[in-house]
């Protein structure tokens, strides 16, 4: 294993609640009557993608333009929420400093906006420092958003390495979709309004999980040495 590959901010920090607060002013300020009840959030979120889900919830009748500008109004309002920053989520600096000290190569898969992006950098600045991924990618960096396997494509491309030779993180069984579309070994840690379900890989502690695969690795190579051994023997 040469690299940990992060993807979506929903690995890195909670943000959810925040996120659907945002949505609901959003949708008031441009004089709709809907509201995203935590429920219905949590249903929207097996769909990867602001704008698609509003667009979805819409069913045609709303213009492209008109749901970008009521998405550029809940940034606007997300960004407000994130002033006072916002805490990573349980196990992920320890991942972090576990993945730095075994000197293998960070990157951060997104296919959320570079102004999204930014404040996520801005609102994690205590905690976490972005300069440690090698490589991080927004929606400006793939034609495809996820679940699409792009973002990931462009991510090993970057760092010039192969599927086999990286693991993932992500946060929703839509986007695990979009690493397995890349081939790459993906782990769920499933958000507070994500569901699940019998998705695989699904851990609750990211820094474990990685110390797990990093033995699992170990044991590969020792075992891969053992056999080019006795294979010059014979």
């Given at each position: 294993m040469?690299?940990v590959?992060?993807?979506?901010?929903?690995v890195?920090?909670?943000?959810?609640e925040?996120q659907?607060?945002?949505?609901?002013?959003a949708?008031?300020?441009?004089?709709?009557?809907?509201?995203?009840n935590?429920?219905t959030?949590c249903?929207?979120?097996a769909?990867a993608g602001?704008?698609?889900?509003?667009r979805?919830?819409?069913?045609?009748?709303?213009?492209?333009l008109?749901?970008?500008?009521?998405?550029?109004?809940?940034?606007?309002?997300?960004?407000?929420?994130?002033?006072d920053?916002v805490?990573?989520?349980?196990?992920?600096?320890?991942c972090?400093?576990?993945?730095?000290?075994s000197e293998?190569?960070?990157?951060?898969?997104?296919?959320?906006?570079?102004?999204?992006?930014?404040?996520i950098?801005?609102a994690?600045?205590?905690h976490?420092?972005?300069?440690?991924?090698?490589?991080?990618?927004s929606?400006s960096?793939?034609s495809?958003?996820?679940?699409d396997?792009?973002?990931?494509d462009?991510?090993?491309?970057?760092?010039?390495l192969s599927?086999?030779?990286a693991?993932?993180?992500?946060?929703?069984?839509?986007?695990?979709s979009?690493?397995?579309?890349?081939?790459?070994?993906?782990?769920?840690?499933?958000?507070?309004?994500?569901?699940?379900?019998s998705?695989?890989?699904q851990?609750?502690?990211p820094?474990?999980?990685?110390?797990?695969?990093l033995?699992?690795?170990?044991?590969?190579d020792?075992?891969?040495?053992?056999t080019?051994i006795?294979?010059?023997?014979?």
């Amino acid at each position: 294993m040469k690299a940990v590959l992060f993807g979506s901010i929903g690995v890195l920090a909670e943000t959810s609640e925040l996120q659907r607060r945002a949505y609901n002013t959003a949708f008031a300020r441009h004089g709709l009557d809907w509201h995203w009840n935590i429920a219905t959030y949590c249903r929207l979120l097996a769909t990867a993608g602001g704008q698609r889900r509003i667009r979805s919830l819409a069913g045609g009748a709303l213009s492209d333009l008109k749901i970008q500008r009521i998405h550029e109004t809940k940034q606007d309002e997300f960004e407000t929420l994130l002033e006072d920053g916002v805490a990573p989520r349980p196990g992920i600096v320890e991942c972090l400093n576990l993945a730095k000290a075994s000197e293998l190569r960070l990157g951060f898969v997104t296919t959320t906006t570079p102004r999204t992006l930014a404040m996520i950098r801005k609102a994690l600045s205590a905690h976490i420092d972005f300069a440690d991924f090698e490589v991080i990618t927004s929606k400006s960096d793939v034609s495809m958003e996820k679940p699409d396997g792009e973002a990931y494509d462009v991510a090993l491309d970057r760092l010039g390495l192969s599927p086999a030779e990286a693991v993932a993180f992500e946060d929703t069984v839509a986007s695990q979709s979009s690493a397995h579309a890349a081939s790459l070994r993906c782990h769920l840690y499933t958000g507070e309004y994500a569901h699940a379900g019998s998705a695989p890989l699904q851990t609750r502690a990211p820094a474990e999980q990685l110390a797990a695969d990093l033995d699992a690795a170990s044991m590969v190579d020792a075992d891969r040495v053992m056999t080019n051994i006795k294979s010059s023997r014979s």
